[in-house]
């Protein structure tokens, strides 16, 4: 904001605006229009739990709960919006409550928060506040409704709702399943045996006993109160925003029509119409508008009629509304017909965006949007099926014509205005006198990568038909019909007009079918540019196909269901149709989460470690109060900073400007690598630098070229976004794959010592071996870290040269080190503090340096402070993230599918600079060596590309091999046609081959637990039964596949030296400092735990109340130095382990004085030896550094996977039915961490094997650049039921109090999902085969990562509809 801004508390004037947040009354006169409520809260409030986590509406980071109040009706709206989007002048007269407003650490925690907490539902805790207010409104809304009042200590709320308040928010860390399961604890329906593992209860503890446990509930905790002073101001004629705020709230079209030709007259360019806003999230803005025109409070735009020939519907009213009104009015006296079309539009409705999102959408804004600029829109294409009308006024102009030509026509002007809609009532055309049944069937579709919303589809159609029987044949005629369809890459919706014609009057069998689809093909064709054009149209057809095959087939049962008149198609109560229509019901998959179970078994001997406690700050975390690093307030004088990035893969720089007449508001500098004082280091490694900015070279598109500073982030990443770069690519030729690297010899070194050994002699392996597959190749992409809190820094200069730097880190010691290299100054004038990560998942580690660097180096120049928030869209350009890969390898291999010999080359491109790339050779052989191979060769290059440098993300290289390993035991066991399964057992190691792969690392003989895993997941999940079920099913279905695998995973890990500090205080609480940072993974709550166990052996008192006493802060690089990397698993064990040493020498020093005064009072309690400790002048703060023995410094960990997945061979969607895991912690030392651990990361992997796209342009530009295109997995993606058992396998002798790593080896068990995917995919073949569709029945196929639908569907068969009716026609 440009500081116009004043919030005041005095009486209101004539230009001011009104609102209340959490209660607090605001006024403020002069805003920039253009702000948004995020903005203002973040920057202008102290209440800092609504997270940036997106800036488009796609996370849920932001969420907020608006209340209005309607002074006639005395009656308060309460809902949630995002407040990225909404504009601070819409909140006018309302209530906002964030999560500071449900509880507070203050006033009390709200028991929303007290569950999440209680149910491990936080991690990082990024998506936490916006998780509870989205919670907390749908408690408000169900406790409003009259439904009858449940049981004590619930809401009115059912479980499914419950489950669905949340499925529009983001979390990256927890894998949802304990967020569902806290939402779920408030719901009246709920079965506390559903509820999963939690803090307050035991198992099998009784109903009553449980909810005795939950932090209470009643329903006072729902009503969210609307402040009685804005009441008062609403009732006496509340002066609506202000002139000065250039924000027009016309109360009557004559007011619109006045104030449009006025702003026409004056300047039509920098004024917007606006309703909810949302529209900015998919077209950002770059530039400020001046004026805005609300168009919320014309009474004409917001009416919803219900008329004799339809309902109208204003431009105004919001999805949500919409929603409403077509459910309200499916419950009145429509017909049958009729209310079947209703409710169809409203379910479709309800899968658009997200709750938040809807709230504020309006019907006119996204029909404008699709008229105007082509969005691909779900309303246009619904209400084009049901011939929908709309209204425009255009100056005095006042037009109603169909939506159709409304959607052809050019785009509307400015100030056209779209007035409403109106959708009529439908019913058929029933011919009573001729004695034909005629039928109404009406069902929209959409192809969306997440199946109940916040994803833009790859095509939505919906089909309105008129069927009848006809007399003599039986049949079933098309009397007329309507099919729309959009979203496929088409400049709007469109009616399949040659397709109705051809199927008007006609009676429906396969062969008219096929010849409909023939014309549908050429019909429903994206334009040029859109992605996997070919799947698109081909939804087209299926979707066709799953509307009108089910009235070809069973014509008895049809003729019964056209007589009976039932409801709607899809509702037939014969059961055969049913069937043929279950076949395809989408809807039967839009339950979330149906299941899930945890086995824990609990460890006292080194008690309080062990527990199950909950994390520390969880509950801060959930009301927003815990403080990352952009909420600590801006010190005086503060500038912001944003990247220009290179949008060339190797060019020299000659120069930036910014584009001719943009204003650069706000802009105070840009800074370049010409500013930097000391070295141009961004970033370093124990293998290399990489430069702060391009030098007068660019080697990457998304390397960073200069930081423009500015007084607001907004303005600078405004300003960023208007740089030109002038580049001159003469004679330079990038290399961008890693076949060219190879050719061009362009690799990095790996240092021997990391460079894996070879096992065995391949030549004889080969030679042993009964068969051979020769160079067969796999390649894998990249993935984004996808963390809610994006790399963020805030610099500030200090005497004497100095910089504090507070940065969102993984390795603050090697950012502090990089901040000095660049500055040039010595170490000791640079202190770099991180107290929480908003979720790192690796990225966070070498790549948040520069971000930090960067900021002091502005700071440094300006000496002002400097902070960066770097915008979702940069990070995503300038991450790297996951090294893509090609790999080649032969294999030979008995008959009975034991593998003999295997060999692989593998290019990993590493980008421009080396980071921390030479770990991945010895990672991914590490992982693939989970089967015994007999021998194993190998050739691994690191390729030096132009493109952004690779990091480690959460198991890097680890789940690429693991992939490796699965895909080429499925083509050993596909060659051999061998059931895959009984190919990975016999692989499986024997102890001897383990040790022999993996040396010392393989431990004990008794530690290899992976064989007893695999044969008790095998009972535990019943695969064997569940594999013949399975088979069954695929026998019966036509049109899903399903498939089932199980894998194992063994992942090798190190353990780092580890530095730990504890101190104890006067009053006998206690302080610690750790190397390792709390990235949400539990390592405070571990560390914590720690403490109180090794303090406790002093024996003073109960170790409870020692736990209470600790406090672990920030890490602070001056003040506990070589704090290394929190990365590879171990920093958790780790720091516990130096704590662990600093407590011994602390309990050393206060043993004797102890024990002397046990001798003269008793006993003693731990307050009082402290006191006296001090008296005593014993030194009560111990510091270590633990350092891992060689010999067990790295150690090796199990697990295993079964996965189900079900395929839609219409439109290519999986779902994961269920996946069993079991994992082994050893003795977990907080085993609720380590559950969130495993699910959190094998749903991240899910991501990574199902969804996560991560494409570049042809300069190797990163394109996905937020969450309309990057999809990570959502509530509704996890699997349906999920089951975890952590293996407690007791005693490991050289492990820290006999525990194992959880954060990263079961991320790599996902790829359980992707071979069942395959699994599926083969089935799918076989029968495409057996219909003539593919030439053989080729079960050897390469499924790529991610499997998304586009994938799958191809192969599938993408033509695989027109195989089954030519196959049918044929054969009849
Ligand atoms: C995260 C997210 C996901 C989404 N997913 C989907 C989806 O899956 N399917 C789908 O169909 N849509 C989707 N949308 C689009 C959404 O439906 C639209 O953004 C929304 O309906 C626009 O309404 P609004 O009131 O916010 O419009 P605004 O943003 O206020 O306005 C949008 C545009 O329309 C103009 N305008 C608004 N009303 C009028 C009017 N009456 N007359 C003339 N001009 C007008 C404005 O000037 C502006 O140019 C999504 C949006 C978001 C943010
Ligand atoms: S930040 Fe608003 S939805 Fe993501
Ligand atoms: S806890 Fe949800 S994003 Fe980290």
Same mark, same amino acid.
């Given at each position: 904001?440009?500081?116009?801004?004043?919030?005041?508390?005095?009486?209101?004037?004539?230009?001011?605006?009104?609102?209340?947040?959490?209660?607090?009354?605001?006024?403020?006169?002069?805003?920039?229009?253009?702000?948004?409520?995020?903005?203002?809260?973040?920057?202008?409030?102290?209440?800092?739990?609504?997270?940036?986590?997106?800036?488009?509406?796609?996370?849920?980071?932001?969420?907020?709960?608006?209340?209005?109040?309607?002074?006639?009706?005395?009656?308060?709206?309460?809902?949630?919006?995002?407040?990225?989007?909404?504009?601070?002048?819409?909140?006018?007269?309302?209530?906002?409550?964030?999560?500071?407003?449900?509880?507070?650490?203050?006033?009390?925690?709200?028991?929303?928060?007290?569950?999440?907490?209680?149910?491990?539902?936080?991690?990082?805790?990024?998506?936490?506040?916006?998780?509870?207010?989205?919670?907390?409104?749908?408690?408000?809304?169900? %406790?409003?409704?009259? +439904?009858?009042?449940?049981?004590?200590?619930?809401?009115?709320?059912?479980?499914?709702? /419950?489950?669905?308040?949340?499925?529009?928010?983001?979390?990256?860390?927890?894998?949802?399943?304990?967020? /569902? $399961?806290?939402?779920?604890?408030?719901?009246?329906?709920?079965?506390?045996?559903?509820?999963?593992?939690?803090?307050?209860?035991?198992?099998?503890?009784?109903?009553?006993?449980?909810?005795?446990?939950?932090?209470?509930?009643?329903?006072?905790?729902?009503?969210?109160?609307?402040?009685?002073?804005?009441?008062?101001?609403?009732?006496?004629?509340?002066?609506?925003?202000?002139?000065?705020?250039?924000?027009?709230?016309?109360?009557?079209?004559?007011?619109?029509?006045?104030?449009?030709?006025?702003?026409?007259?004056?300047?039509?360019?920098?004024?917007?119409?606006?309703?909810?806003?949302?529209?900015?999230?998919?077209?950002?803005?770059?530039?400020?508008?001046?004026?805005?025109?609300?168009?919320?409070?014309?009474?004409?735009?917001?009416?919803?009629?219900?008329?004799?020939?339809?309902?109208?519907?204003?431009?105004?009213?919001?999805?949500?509304?919409?929603?409403? =009104?077509?459910?309200?009015?499916?419950?009145?006296?429509?017909?049958?017909?009729?209310?079947?079309?209703?409710?169809?539009?409203?379910?479709?409705?309800?899968?658009?965006?997200?709750?938040?999102? +809807?709230?504020?959408? #309006?019907?006119?804004?996204?029909?404008?949007?699709?008229?105007?600029?082509?969005?691909?829109?779900?309303?246009?294409?619904?209400?084009?099926?049901?011939?929908?009308?709309? $209204?425009?006024?255009?100056?005095?102009?006042?037009?109603?014509?169909?939506?159709?030509?409304?959607?052809?026509?050019?785009?509307?002007?400015?100030?056209?205005?779209?007035?409403?809609?109106?959708?009529?009532?439908?019913?058929?055309?029933?011919?009573?006198?001729?004695?034909?049944?005629?039928?109404?069937?009406?069902?929209?579709?959409?192809?969306?990568?997440?199946?109940?919303?916040?994803?833009?589809?790859?095509?939505?159609?919906?089909?309105?038909?008129?069927?009848?029987?006809?007399?003599?044949?039986?049949?079933?005629?098309?009397?007329?019909?309507?099919? =729309?369809?959009?979203?496929?890459?088409?400049?709007?919706?469109?009616?399949?007009?040659?397709?109705?014609?051809?199927?008007?009057?006609?009676?429906?069998?396969?062969?008219?079918?096929?010849?409909?689809?023939?014309?549908?093909?050429?019909?429903?064709?994206?334009?040029?540019?859109?992605? #996997?054009?070919?799947?698109?149209?081909?939804?087209?057809?299926?979707?066709?196909?799953?509307?009108?095959?089910?009235?070809?087939?069973?014509?008895?049962?049809?003729?019964?269901?056209?007589?009976?008149?039932?409801?709607?198609?899809?509702?037939?109560?014969?059961?055969?149709?049913?069937?043929?229509?279950?076949?395809?019901?989408?809807?039967?998959?839009?339950?979330?989460?149906?299941?899930?179970?945890?086995?824990?078994?609990?460890?006292?001997?080194?008690?309080?470690?062990?527990?199950?406690?909950?994390?520390?700050?969880?509950?801060?975390?959930?009301?927003?109060?815990?403080?990352?690093?952009?909420?600590?307030?801006?010190?005086?004088?503060?500038?912001?900073?944003?990247?220009?990035?290179?949008?060339?893969?190797?060019?020299?720089?000659?120069?930036?400007?910014?584009?001719?007449?943009?204003?650069?508001?706000?802009?105070?500098?840009?800074?370049?690598?010409?500013?930097?004082?000391?070295?141009?280091?961004?970033?370093?490694?124990?293998?290399?630098?990489?430069?702060?900015?391009?030098?007068?070279?660019?080697?990457?598109?998304?390397?960073?070229?200069?930081?423009?500073?500015?007084?607001?982030?907004?303005?600078?990443?405004?300003?960023?976004?208007?740089?030109?770069?002038?580049?001159?690519?003469?004679?330079?030729?990038?290399?961008?794959?890693?076949?060219?690297?190879?050719?061009?010899?362009?690799?990095?070194?790996?240092?021997?010592?990391?460079?894996?050994?070879?096992?065995?002699?391949?030549?004889?392996?080969?030679?042993?071996?009964?068969?051979?597959?020769?160079?067969?190749?796999?390649?894998?992409?990249?993935?984004?870290?996808?963390?809610?809190?994006?790399?963020?820094?805030?610099?500030?200069?200090?005497?004497?040269?100095?910089?504090?730097?507070?940065?969102?880190?993984?390795?603050?010691?090697?950012?502090?080190?990089?901040?000095?290299?660049?500055?040039?100054?010595?170490?000791?004038?640079?202190?770099?503090?991180?107290?929480?990560?908003?979720?790192?998942?690796?990225?966070?580690?070498?790549?948040?340096?520069?971000?930090?660097?960067?900021?002091?180096?502005?700071?440094?120049?300006?000496?002002?402070?400097?902070?960066?928030?770097?915008?979702?869209?940069?990070?995503?350009?300038?991450?790297?993230?996951?090294?893509?890969?090609?790999?080649?390898?032969?294999?030979?291999?008995?008959?009975?599918?034991?593998?003999?010999?295997?060999?692989?080359?593998?290019?990993?491109?590493?980008?421009?600079?080396?980071?921390?790339?030479?770990?991945?050779? @010895?990672?991914?052989?590490?992982?693939?060596?989970?089967?015994?191979?007999?021998?194993?060769?190998?050739?691994?290059?690191?390729?030096?590309?132009?493109?952004?440098?690779?990091?480690?993300?959460?198991?890097?290289?680890?789940?690429?091999?693991?992939?490796?390993?699965?895909?080429?035991?499925?083509?050993?066991?596909?060659?051999?046609?061998?059931?895959?399964?009984?190919?990975?057992?016999?692989?499986? @190691?024997?102890?001897?081959?383990?040790?022999?792969?993996?040396?010392?690392?393989?431990?004990?003989?008794?530690?290899?637990?992976?064989?007893?895993?695999?044969?008790?997941?095998?009972?535990?999940?019943?695969?064997?039964?569940?594999?013949?079920?399975?088979?069954?099913?695929?026998?019966?279905?036509?049109?899903?596949?399903?498939?089932?695998?199980?894998?194992?995973?063994?992942?090798?890990?190190?353990?780092?030296?580890?530095?730990?500090?504890?101190?104890?205080?006067?009053?006998?609480?206690?302080?610690?400092?750790?190397?390792?940072?709390?990235?949400?993974?539990?390592?405070?709550?571990?560390?914590?735990?720690?403490?109180?166990?090794?303090?406790?052996?002093?024996?003073?008192?109960?170790?409870?109340?020692?736990?209470?006493?600790?406090?672990?802060?920030?890490?602070?690089?001056?003040?506990?130095?070589?704090?290394?990397?929190?990365?590879?698993?171990?920093?958790?064990?780790?720091?516990?382990?130096?704590?662990?040493?600093?407590?011994?020498?602390?309990?050393?020093?206060?043993?004797?004085?102890?024990?002397?005064?046990?001798?003269?009072?008793?006993?003693?309690?731990?307050?009082?030896?402290?006191?006296?400790?001090?008296?005593?002048?014993?030194?009560? #703060?111990?510091?270590?550094?633990?350092?891992?023995?060689?010999?067990?410094?790295?150690?090796?960990?199990?697990?295993?996977?079964?996965?189900?997945?079900?395929?839609?061979?219409?439109?290519?969607?999986?779902?994961?039915?269920?996946?069993?895991?079991?994992?082994?912690?050893?003795?977990?030392?907080?085993?609720?961490?380590?559950?969130?651990?495993?699910?959190?990361?094998?749903?991240?992997?899910?991501?990574?094997?199902?969804?996560?796209?991560?494409?570049?342009?042809?300069?190797?530009?990163?394109?996905?650049?937020?969450?309309?295109?990057?999809?990570?997995?959502?509530?509704?993606?996890?699997?349906?039921?999920?089951?975890?058992?952590?293996?407690?396998?007791?005693? @490991?002798?050289?492990?820290?109090?006999?525990?194992?790593?959880?954060?990263?080896?079961?991320?790599?068990?996902?790829?359980?999902?992707?071979?069942?995917?395959?699994?599926?995919?083969?089935?799918?073949?076989?029968?495409?085969?057996?219909?003539?569709?593919? %030439?053989?029945?080729?079960?050897?196929?390469?499924?790529?990562?991610?499997?998304?639908?586009?994938?799958?569907?191809?192969?599938?068969?993408?033509?695989?509809?027109?195989?089954?009716?030519?196959?049918?026609?044929?054969?009849?």
């Amino acid at each position: 904001m440009s500081g116009q801004t004043q919030t005041t508390t005095t009486q209101q004037t004539e230009k001011s605006l009104v609102f209340a947040v959490n209660g607090e009354r605001f006024e403020l006169s002069e805003v920039n229009p253009s702000t948004t409520l995020l903005e203002f809260l973040r920057s202008q409030t102290s209440f800092k739990s609504v997270k940036l986590g997106c800036g488009e509406g796609g996370c849920g980071a932001c969420v907020v709960l608006l209340s209005k109040y309607d002074a006639v009706l005395d009656k308060v709206e309460d809902f949630t919006v995002s407040s990225c989007l909404t504009l601070l002048c819409s909140v006018n007269g309302c209530s906002v409550t964030t999560a500071e407003g449900v509880g507070n650490s203050k006033n009390g925690f709200h028991p929303i928060q007290e569950r999440f907490s209680g149910f491990h539902a936080s991690q990082c805790g990024y998506c936490t506040p916006g998780m509870c207010v989205s919670l907390y409104s749908a408690l408000v809304n169900a %406790d409003k409704t009259n +439904r009858p009042e449940p049981r004590p200590g619930f809401s009115k709320l059912t479980v499914s709702e /419950a489950e669905k308040s949340i499925s529009g928010n983001l979390c990256r860390c927890t894998g949802y399943r304990p967020i /569902a $399961d806290a939402c779920k604890t408030f719901a009246a329906d709920v079965d506390m045996e559903d509820l999963g593992f939690n803090y307050f209860w035991k198992k099998g503890e009784s109903d009553e006993v449980k909810l005795s446990r939950l932090p209470p509930y009643t329903h006072n905790n729902a009503t969210c109160m609307f402040p009685e002073f804005l009441k008062m101001e609403i009732k006496a004629g509340f002066n609506l925003a202000s002139e000065g705020c250039h924000w027009y709230s016309p109360v009557s079209l004559e007011q619109l029509q006045s104030l449009l030709q006025m702003v026409e007259v004056n300047d039509g360019t920098s004024t917007k119409i606006v309703v909810g806003n949302t529209g900015m999230g998919y077209y950002k803005e770059l530039v400020h508008h001046k004026n805005y025109i609300d168009l919320r409070y014309i009474p004409e735009l917001s009416i919803i009629r219900k008329e004799q020939t339809g309902i109208e519907i204003g431009a105004s009213v919001t999805i949500s509304k919409a929603i409403e =009104a077509l459910k309200e009015e499916n419950k009145g006296g429509l017909n049958q017909e009729g209310k079947l079309v209703f409710e169809k539009l409203a379910n479709h409705m309800e899968r658009i965006a997200t709750g938040f999102v +809807r709230n504020s959408a #309006s019907i006119g804004g996204n029909l404008i949007m699709a008229q105007r600029k082509h969005f691909p829109s779900d309303i246009a294409t619904i209400l084009l099926s049901v011939d929908s009308m709309v $209204d425009i006024l255009t100056g005095q102009r006042h037009e109603t014509i169909t939506l159709e030509e409304f959607l052809g026509r050019p785009p509307l002007i400015f100030k056209s205005v779209l007035l409403g809609i109106k959708i009529p009532y439908w019913r058929s055309s029933r011919d009573l006198s001729s004695k034909t049944y005629t039928k109404l069937v009406y069902e929209t579709y959409r192809g969306a990568p997440r199946p109940i919303g916040n994803a833009l589809p790859y095509l939505n159609a919906a089909f309105l038909a008129e069927v009848s029987l006809c007399k003599n044949s039986a049949g079933v005629m098309l009397n007329n019909c309507r099919f =729309a369809f959009g979203a496929y890459g088409t400049k709007h919706s469109i009616r399949a007009r040659k397709v109705e014609e051809f199927l008007s009057a006609k009676l429906l069998n396969d062969s008219v079918l096929y010849e409909a689809i023939k014309l549908l093909e050429i019909t429903v064709i994206p334009e040029d540019g859109t992605s #996997s054009p070919a799947f698109r149209s081909s939804l087209a057809v299926g979707f066709l196909f799953e509307f009108l095959s089910p009235l070809i087939n069973n014509s008895a049962d049809i003729s019964s269901f056209l007589c009976n008149g039932y409801n709607s198609a899809l509702q037939f109560n014969d059961s055969k149709i049913k069937q043929n229509f279950d076949q395809f019901d989408q809807t039967k998959f839009s339950t979330l989460l149906s299941s899930a179970k945890q086995v824990i078994q609990l460890n006292e001997e080194y008690h309080p470690v062990g527990e199950p406690i909950t994390k520390v700050g969880a509950t801060l975390q959930a009301s927003g109060e815990a403080v990352y690093v952009d909420d600590i307030p801006s010190p005086r004088n503060c500038l912001h900073g944003a990247f220009i990035y290179s949008t060339e893969p190797l060019a020299r720089v000659k120069g930036i400007k910014f584009k001719p007449e943009s204003s650069l508001d706000g802009v105070t500098t840009v800074i370049s690598f010409k500013d930097i004082p000391g070295e141009n280091v961004g970033a370093w490694t124990m293998f290399g630098t990489e430069p702060l900015y391009a030098d007068e070279l660019t080697q990457c598109a998304g390397q960073r070229i200069a930081l423009v500073v500015a007084n607001t982030q907004k303005n600078a990443d405004m300003a960023a976004n208007l740089a030109v770069i002038d580049y001159d690519k003469k004679d330079l030729e990038p290399i961008l794959s890693v076949e060219e690297a190879f050719e061009r010899c362009s690799f990095f070194d790996v240092p021997p010592y990391l460079y894996p050994e070879q096992v065995g002699d391949f030549s004889k392996g080969m030679a042993e071996a009964d068969h051979q597959i020769l160079s067969a190749e796999v390649k894998l992409g990249s993935q984004y870290y996808f963390y809610m809190e994006t790399q963020t820094a805030l610099a500030v200069p200090d005497e004497d040269n100095c910089m504090i730097v507070y940065s969102s880190s993984q390795c603050p010691e090697f950012a502090h080190e990089t901040i000095a290299k660049c500055l040039g100054v010595p170490g000791h004038n640079v202190r770099v503090i991180t107290r929480r990560v908003g979720g790192g998942f690796g990225g966070k580690a070498i790549k948040a340096m520069p971000v930090s660097t960067s900021c002091a180096v502005a700071a440094y120049k300006l000496q002002r402070p400097v902070r960066m928030y770097v915008n979702r869209k940069t990070d995503m350009i300038m991450a790297g993230g996951r090294h893509p890969m090609k790999i080649t390898y032969s294999v030979g291999f008995k008959t009975n599918g034991k593998i003999t010999a295997l060999k692989l080359d593998i290019l990993i491109d590493a980008g421009m600079s080396v980071d921390v790339s030479p770990i991945m050779p @010895h990672n991914m052989l590490s992982s693939l060596k989970k089967y015994d191979w007999g021998a194993l060769a190998f050739d691994i290059k690191l390729c030096k590309t132009n493109r952004p440098s690779r990091s480690a993300m959460r198991a890097p290289g680890e789940v690429q091999a693991s992939f490796v390993a699965e895909a080429l035991i499925e083509h050993v066991a596909s060659t051999l046609a061998l059931e895959v399964d009984s190919v990975r057992s016999i692989n499986l @190691h024997k102890y001897d081959s383990l040790e022999l792969f993996f040396k010392t690392s393989a431990g004990e003989p008794l530690e290899y637990t992976l064989p007893s895993i695999w044969d008790k997941l095998a009972l535990s999940s019943s695969f064997y039964q569940r594999t013949e079920t399975v088979k069954e099913f695929n026998r019966c279905n036509q049109w899903k596949k399903r498939g089932i695998s199980r894998v194992p995973i063994v992942h090798e890990v190190l353990l780092r030296a580890t530095p730990g500090k504890v101190s104890i205080l006067h009053d006998g609480s206690i302080v610690v400092e750790v190397g390792g940072i709390e990235l949400g993974q539990g390592l405070w709550t571990k560390v914590k735990q720690m403490t109180a166990y090794a303090l406790s052996l002093i024996q003073c008192g109960a170790t409870e109340e020692l736990l209470e006493k600790v406090r672990v802060i920030q890490a602070d690089t001056l003040s506990l130095i070589q704090g290394g990397l929190t990365a590879g698993s171990t920093t958790s064990e780790s720091s516990c382990e130096s704590i662990r040493l600093c407590c011994n020498i602390l309990v050393d020093r206060l043993t004797a004085l102890k024990e002397r005064l046990v001798e003269q009072m008793g006993s003693i309690k731990w307050e009082t030896l402290i006191l006296q400790a001090y008296q005593n002048s014993v030194n009560l #703060s111990a510091s270590s550094l633990y350092v891992p023995d060689f010999s067990s410094m790295k150690y090796l960990n199990y697990g295993a996977a079964v996965s189900e997945v079900e395929v839609n061979l219409l439109t290519g969607q999986t779902t994961t039915l269920q996946t069993d895991i079991i994992y082994d912690c050893g003795q977990s030392l907080n085993p609720a961490v380590d559950l969130g651990q495993i699910e959190g990361a094998f749903v991240q992997g899910i991501g990574f094997f199902m969804l996560e796209e991560y494409p570049t342009n042809s300069n190797g530009l990163v394109v996905a650049e937020g969450t309309w295109t990057y999809k990570i997995p959502t509530v509704d993606t996890i699997p349906k039921k999920f089951n975890v058992e952590i293996l407690n396998s007791g005693h @490991h002798k050289h492990r820290i109090l006999s525990s194992k790593a959880s954060g990263e080896p079961p991320l790599t068990l996902a790829v359980s999902v992707h071979c069942a995917i395959r699994a599926a995919i083969k089935e799918a073949r076989q029968q495409l085969h057996s219909w003539g569709g593919i %030439d053989e029945s080729n079960s050897t196929f390469q499924l790529e990562v991610p499997a998304t639908m586009p994938v799958v569907k191809e192969l599938c068969g993408l033509d695989s509809v027109q195989r089954f009716l030519q196959w049918t026609i044929g054969s009849k």
